[in-house]
C-alpha cells in the first residue's frame, strides 16, 4: 500500500475518531460499524515502485473488495478490509506504456486507540507479468506501523520478497 493511500486511511480514521469521541462526550448516537463493498474503483496513476522491475514507476488500477470501519464507544478506531485487483506499472521516465501488468490480493488493518497509538499492518501478494519478456513474478509485501500516544513510531517494519 502506498504511504499516500495509508495516509488518506489514516485522515478517514482521524476524523471518526474526532467523530466518535464529541458524541461519546455528548451521549450521541452508538458506535458505526460500517461495510463499504468498494466495486472496481480506479486508482492512480500514483508513484510509485514497480516491485517486478525494481524500478520507479507511475502505477494505477481498479481494485474491489470490502472495507469495515468500527468506531467503538472508547473513542477507538478500527478500519480493516481485503481488496483485490489489477495494476499497471509504467517504469520512469513514463511513455505512456505499461511495463509490467499485475494480480493482488491486500489485507489491512489499522487501529487507532483513543490514546492516539496506532496499529497498522499491510500484507499485499500479487503476480506480474514484465511484458517485455513475459516474465511473470511473484511479489510478497508485508508491513508494520506502531505508533505510540505522541505520535512516535516504535515499529516501522517493511519486507519485500520477490520470487522469480
Known sequence: M????RLGIMTIVGGAIAFSAATALAGGPP??????????????????????????????????????????ADGSVLVSGSLRGTASADDLPADGTADVVSEFVETFSGLVFSSGG???????????????????????????????????PRLDFERLTRCD
Open 2 to 5: 502506498s504511504r499516500m493511500r
Open 118 to 152: 496506532e496499529v497498522q499492518p499491510v500484507t499485499l501478494t500479487a503476480t506480474s507479468t514484465i511484458l517485455a519478456t513475459g516474465q511473470q513474478v511473484r511479489v510478497h509485501f508485508v508491513a508494520q506501523l506502531v505508533l505510540d500516544p505522541n505520535g512516535v
Open 31 to 72: 458506535p458505526i460499524n460500517e461495510t463499504t463493498h468498494v466495486v472496481d474503483e480506479a486508482f492512480g496513476p500514483e508513484l510509485g515502485f514497480d516491485c517486478a522491475t525494481g524500478s520507479a514507476a507511475l502505477i494505477s488500477g481498479v481494485e474491489a473488495g470490502i472495507v469495515k470501519t468500527l468506531v467503538r
